[in-house]
């Protein structure tokens, strides 16, 4: 595989939506997201009502690429061997020896069918983007509550959890007002979505007069993505695309075949029969990526056409899209832009006059890195006392390197170039830092530095 990658080289610019085209804004819908399923959990299932009430600095537990061992209640942070890096019970650190007692120094148990990306499983849950995070901390909350009550050994909260998802995220719960997020988000769009910057506006509409076909394929149901849309980029928004696809259910669109999952027409943002193809560009609902490209191949008059899909997570849009249907990806991963913003200690507590009215009290945005787990790239195996430490990358880093053509921290950062901008590829023959636009995280560098100086 060469080792550079070209938006010009592509003939179809596939999005994602929410956290990709759609940014929030983090501590805000972190908060929202939290209260939605703790107002569930407590009205309707009887958990314990401290759980609505959140410590500012607590949302610190969120961190992107963290399993939950749902029978043992305990969350964990994986090497890129399935080893257990960090470990918490509930939300209470173990210390290096109690992971090693409880996990030894081997992979977990459940890390070969987890690293094939493909299940989700009654036994683990994977934390990999921003709408599912704050729920971490909320099942953390749950085990530290039921072994303070009842001193469980095994747990079986998830069904709750689940239950608390769907009240909240339902296909008809905008249409309804039902759960606390969707009528929360309709009322103060301003407080929880960024406007799209003009410079990604300008771009998309530079790609599009390049020729290219632009898609919005989004598992947000149709009224919902119209609300975002507007709010982002405008009342025009459908302009920006040839074809909008909602609901699609990812990864299932990836991995379903047109009869397993067929298209669906919209009225009214109700969905209405299933399709037999799919003929013309439109909005459409549903769907399946086969019959998708079916109809690229007509749009562009190409046997093969080039696709790329710009997606925030791992589980739904990066490695579905790659595995399944052979497509570029650009993973959007705000992490790197926490790198940019760990100030040393003393620059870090401003005088509170000079300080916006808030700012003091905000809940931290998640994606500073978490002092309770550390770098979301790398981390030091768990040794005893005087044991030697050694750094090594996470899962999550790994399947970066993996699953993507190249990762950035937003839409934002690579509008400005032009559309023959030659990025280096993540690729086996080239160090594992080269697909990082603009620049690497700082926690991988070290070693390569040293590597090369050699």
Sequence with gaps: MQQHFSLADCDVMGFDLDHTLCRYHLPQSARLIYDSFAQYLVTEKGYDKDLLTLAPDSLDFCCKGLVLDIEEGDFLKLAEDGTVLRATHGTKSMTSEEILETYGRREWKHFNT??????????????????????????????????????????????????????????????????????????????????????????????????????????????????????????????????VITNALKPGFFSHTPNQRPFRTLENDEEQEALLSLDKPGWYSQGNAIQLYELLKKMTGKLDPKVVYFGDSMHSDIFPARHYSNWETVFILEELLGDKVTLPAETESEPLEKKGKYEGDQLKAPYFVSKQWGSFFVDRLPGLENAEETLVRTWS??????????????LEAIADLPLDYRFTRFSSNSSATAGYYPSPPRALLPNEESVTMK
């Design 114 to 243: 987890v690293s094939g990306m493909v299940s989700r499983s009654a036994k683990y849950y994977l934390y990999d983007n921003y709408f599912d995070l704050p729920g971490a901390l909320l099942c953390a909350r749950v085990v530290d509550s039921l072994d303070q009550h009842d001193g469980q050994k095994k747990y079986d909260f998830w069904k709750d959890m689940v239950a608390a998802i769907q009240h909240n995220y339902k296909i008809s719960a905008f249409k309804e007002d039902c759960g606390t997020y969707f009528p929360e988000v309709k009322n103060h769009p301003d407080k929880y979505l960024q406007t799209c910057p003009e410079s990604v506006k300008k771009w998309l509409k530079q790609l599009k007069s390049a020729g290219k076909i632009l898609l919005l394929i989004t598992s947000s149901h149709s009224d919902y993505c119209r609300l975002l849309c507007e709010h982002i980029l405008g009342n025009d928004f459908e302009e920006y695309f040839d074809i």
């Design 397 to 410: 880093c790994k399947c970066i390197s993996t699953y993507s053509t190249i990762a950035i921290p937003s």
